[in-house]
């Protein structure tokens, strides 16, 4: 099973991962939605497309934009829709 966890909680786990750019990607419905808040910022990737992004939540704690996602991949990345992706001190590990 992957985890990404932050703030020594579990806020995603799932048997499988995408991997794309040394990124795991979980599934949607692999992520605890009460650790998740949506935010403003988006970013571009020419490969990708327009990423959309999360605030992580954990006992008090934000680490703001640590989660992302791509609401409408290029066609290139149709593959990492409905799926997210962490960084910014959120580990992914087995």
Excluded at 21 to 32: C, R
Excluded at 58 to 73: C, F, I, M, S, T
């Amino acid at each position: 099973m992957m985890k990404a966890i932050w703030n020594n909680k579990i806020i995603a786990e799932t048997a499988e991962t995408l991997i794309i750019e040394n990124n795991h990607y979980f599934p949607e419905n692999a992520i605890k939605k009460e650790y998740f808040k949506k935010s403003t910022t988006h970013t571009q990737c020419p490969w990708k497309g327009e990423a959309s992004y999360y605030t992580v939540e954990v006992d008090g704690l934000q680490n703001k934009d640590a989660a992302w996602y791509y609401p409408e991949p290029k066609d290139a990345a149709k593959a990492i829709k409905n799926h997210v992706a962490f960084w910014k001190g959120v580990e992914v590990k087995e």
